[in-house]
């Protein structure tokens, strides 16, 4: 079992900056591929970005690449989003997830474990 928090959601506006960070419960933290993922109102849940179990492997949804960073902490069980250059369509609940494998994935279903979400907000 994994248990998965996330933080440092909030209020920015555009063109601003937010890190999200998704601590991670239990011993076998570097053995899960980790993911982030965003639903914003009466949407469907859409993939972000995901990271392979070491870090060596990153995979960016085009809405993002080159202005959200995934990284991770395996010593501190922590994977973190940073978020740079935001815009209001970014606005959503931003959710972390764990599967046990080794590559990176990007669907929904492919994943474990989630988290409760953190809301980030852009406004214009």
């Known amino acids: 079992q994994v248990q998965l928090v996330e933080s440092g959601g909030g209020l920015v506006q555009a063109g601003g900056s937010l890190r999200l960070s998704c601590a991670a419960s239990?011993?076998?933290?570097?053995?899960?591929?980790m993911g982030w993922f965003r639903q914003a109102p009466g949407k469907e849940r859409e993939f972000v970005v995901a990271i392979s179990r070491g870090g060596a492997t990153t995979f960016y949804a085009d809405s993002v690449k080159g202005r959200f960073t995934i990284s991770r902490d395996n010593a501190k069980n922590t994977v973190y989003l940073r978020m740079n250059s935001l815009k209001p369509e970014d606005t959503a609940v931003y959710y972390c997830?764990?599967?046990?494998?080794?590559?990176?994935?990007?669907?929904?279903?492919?994943?474990?474990?989630w988290g409760q979400g953190t809301h980030v907000t852009v406004s214009s």
């Open positions: 997830a764990a599967k046990l494998g080794t590559l990176y994935y990007i669907n929904v279903p492919d994943y474990d474990y």
């Open positions: 239990g011993r076998t933290f570097s053995s899960y591929a």
